[in-house]
């Protein structure tokens, strides 16, 4: 429970109180239940969106609504380290200029353009699946994301220097515990496209994988993890999931 606790309480703006002093084993007990709180952002998404489409709203002013809610719920926080990540990826020079360029606190061309594609492509995937009355769909997508933070903290990986969250993070979840959450999402996939049950699991390791080659490339040019790059693979994992699973009929 005091990982749980954690988790919520570093992940979204609920009234959950963390411990008062954390570790390394703690840390890694939180974002390995990462994904259990992506189910619940995903539930809570999901509810907005089926409450506004009940009530009237065209599924993409729904749509829109549920991505904004999300960034209500998580401080906004994802899509700040998105824009940053971004910002410092679209740098030229050696890692010290790209993690300067990404803790300057502002939004640059590249930080404006993520957050646009990232904002757009969930609302409408997640307007599509409305219209298509895949629910369960919608929060797959968001929890996914969280899955993509467990898998950015896999083993091996190092903190960048200078930046707090990535070192309590970084290295800290094995390799079972990573497939396990990739098995549930791929599992959890078969129940999101109707007469496509193979479509569902595609949808998700095609994003997973994805978001590998994402992390990767962004601890290569920032010289390691960082709460910012967490953020961008759970905004970019997120939209890529919820485009991926709105195909099909």
């Known amino acids: 429970m005091t990982a749980l606790r954690l988790a919520v309480s570093w992940l979204t703006v609920l009234p959950v109180r963390g411990p008062a002093t954390v570790d390394g084993v703690d840390a890694g007990r939180a974002i390995a239940l990462a994904p259990v ?7 809570m998404a999901t509810a907005v969106l089926w409450l506004l489409t009940q009530a009237g709203a065209g599924a993409g002013v729904a749509g829109l609504v549920a991505v904004a809610g999300l960034a209500l719920l998580t401080r906004g926080m994802h899509l700040d380290g998105l824009a940053d990540t971004f910002d410092g990826l679209g740098t030229y020079g050696p890692p010290e200029r790209a993690r300067e360029v990404m803790k300057s606190g502002g939004a640059g061309p590249f930080g404006v353009a993520a957050i646009v594609f990232a904002v757009g492509v969930q609302a409408l995937s997640f307007a599509a699946l409305a219209d298509a ?103 970019v994992v997120t939209a890529l999931a919820a485009l991926g699973l709105a195909f099909g009929r």
């Not at 709180?37 to 539930?43: A, M, N, P, S």
Request: charged residues 10%; proline residues 5%; positive net charge.
């Open 133 to 235: 009355g895949r629910w369960v769909a919608v929060g797959l997508a968001v929890a996914l994301g969280r899955v993509a933070v467990v898998a950015a903290c896999r083993r091996g990986v190092v903190a960048a220097p200078g930046t707090w969250f990535g070192a309590q993070v970084a290295g800290t979840q094995s390799p079972v515990t990573i497939a396990m959450w990739v098995v549930v999402a791929a599992a959890a996939g078969m129940l999101t496209v109707p007469g496509y049950p193979w479509l569902g699991p595609l949808a998700v390791l095609s994003t997973l994988a994805v978001s590998v080659v994402l992390v990767r490339h962004c601890l290569r040019r920032t010289g390691g993890l960082s709460g910012d790059v967490l953020g961008a693979a759970v905004e």
């Open 37 to 43: 709180v992506g189910v619940l952002l995903g539930g």
